[in-house]
């Protein structure tokens, strides 16, 4: 099955190793020093949320929104071959990147991402968030969950993540596509580690 049959019947699809290690390792510094810029405490830009852990007090940030505005190397990936391959085994129609963030757990402090529907009013098979792995992500550290089908369900949805989701772990490298509609969402990471990946939405450019 192609990725476009698999988007349209589970609402989401693996594209494997689109990037090598050493296309992501100038990527994966630059992000660091942002993230650093963060811990470092003094910082006061609205792109940067944080909530605090499950059971603590202590905030810890999991998202750094508008990623573009801060470094090129957004533009720079998606302008790869291999990934505008993707794009148009996807699409098959001009597009716009239309949301562009980091998403982070953080080491010892990964956040849960509570279950939901990207907050996107579109049908099914619309638009679609492309998440560009940093590192490895395992049901340890947190990967995303989905529920295979739900894109094509109606406004309704639990406020938890049901037993049927599905864990979809993915190497550095790896590209994870979703449709804004399908159920989603990602437990706290209990990793030693942070856990990073870009994420791109993309629409048609009509
Ligand atoms: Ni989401």
Request: hydrophobic share 40%; net charge negative.
């Amino acid at each position: 099955m192609g990725v476009r049959e698999e988007l349209a019947e589970q609402g989401f699809a693996y594209a494997k190793a689109v990037f090598r290690p050493s296309e992501l390792a100038g990527a994966s510094a630059e992000f660091d020093t942002l993230i650093a810029a963060w811990s470092a405490d003094d910082l006061d830009d609205p792109d940067y949320w944080s909530c605090p852990v499950d059971g603590t007090e202590e905030h810890s940030l999991y998202r750094i929104h508008r990623l573009e505005s801060k470094t090129d190397w957004p533009r720079k990936l998606t302008c790869g071959p291999r990934f505008r391959e993707l794009l148009a085994e996807v699409f098959r129609v001009p597009v716009k990147l239309t949301q562009c963030a980091l998403t982070i757990k953080m080491p010892d402090a990964g956040v849960r991402v509570p279950w939901h529907r990207d907050p996107v009013e579109v049908a099914p098979g619309a638009v679609y968030n492309f998440s560009l792995y940093l590192d490895d992500s395992t049901p340890r550290n947190g990967c995303l969950y989905v529920l295979p089908g739900s894109h094509l369900s109606g406004d309704e949805m639990m406020t938890t993540m049901p037993a049927e989701a599905v864990p979809v772990p993915a190497r550095a490298g790896d590209v994870v596509i979703h449709d804004v509609r399908v159920h989603h969402g990602s437990p706290q990471s209990k990793s030693h580690a942070r856990r990073r990946a870009m994420v791109l939405e993309f629409r048609p450019d009509e």
